[in-house]
């Protein structure tokens, strides 16, 4: 015979509805933070002084020999 304690299936309910409702508030908290302190416009032209090094006006060409491999290595790090 099995005995069913309600009581104690309601306690364990309540801390996994609590759990999962404290979860979601943490969740979208940190949404909501991540989103504001993210920058507006990160990929937008930088203004003042700054510069933009980042460029897809330069075509590289990939190395074809070890010798080749080296040198872009030494040249651009990669």
């Not at 309601?10 to 759990?19: L, Q």
């Not at 999962?20 to 203004?47: D, K, Q, S």
Request: charged letters at 25%; glycine letters at 8%.
């Amino acid at each position: 015979m099995i005995i069913f304690r309600f009581r104690k299936w309601w306690v364990r309910t309540k801390y996994i509805a609590v759990f999962v409702i404290l979860t979601f508030v943490l969740y979208e908290l940190f949404r909501i933070v991540g989103g504001w302190i993210e920058p507006a416009g990160r990929y937008r032209e930088p203004m003042g002084k700054a510069l933009k090094v980042f460029g897809h006006e330069e075509q590289v060409m990939e190395p074809r020999t070890a010798m080749e491999r080296l040198l872009f290595f030494y040249k651009y790090g990669e």
